[in-house]
């Protein structure tokens, strides 16, 4: 399956993204699915994961409460509502799938190519 995030750019601290993973070649309510990021000099994190049926989600501690993912099986995309952006957040986000979940492991199968996400002070 191929990925496809979108909807990075630049906004001030307090401000809010959406970022949207579209897949294409495989429907993606196969797929659990994550987002993970990678600042300049650190490595690639964990951020969100969703089950293939949205039952199961999973957040990182840093985002709990300001990111919502979410997933749309009819328009075969996968979303990343971020609130209350810091500029601790900026970084490339990347959208992954798998057929088997793999929750806050990097393991997953199939990557995005990454979306930036640069927050102002």
């Known amino acids: 399956v191929q990925l496809q995030a979108s909807g990075g750019g630049l906004v001030q601290a307090g401000g809010s993204l959406r970022l949207s993973c579209a897949t294409s070649?495989?429907?993606?309510?196969?797929?659990?699915m994550g987002w993970f990021r990678q600042a300049p000099g650190k490595e690639r994190e964990f951020v969100a994961a969703i089950s293939r049926g949205a039952s199961i989600t999973s957040y990182a501690d840093s985002v709990k409460g300001r990111f919502t993912i979410s997933r749309d099986s009819a328009k075969n995309t996968m979303s990343l509502q971020m609130n209350s952006l810091s500029p601790e957040d900026t970084a490339v986000y990347y959208c992954?799938?798998?057929?088997?979940?793999?929750?806050?492991?990097?393991?997953?199968?199939?990557w995005g190519q990454g979306t930036q996400v640069t927050v102002s002070s």
């Open positions: 992954a799938a798998d057929l088997s979940w793999q929750g806050t492991s990097d393991g997953y199968r199939y």
């Open positions: 070649g495989r429907a993606i309510g196969n797929y659990d």
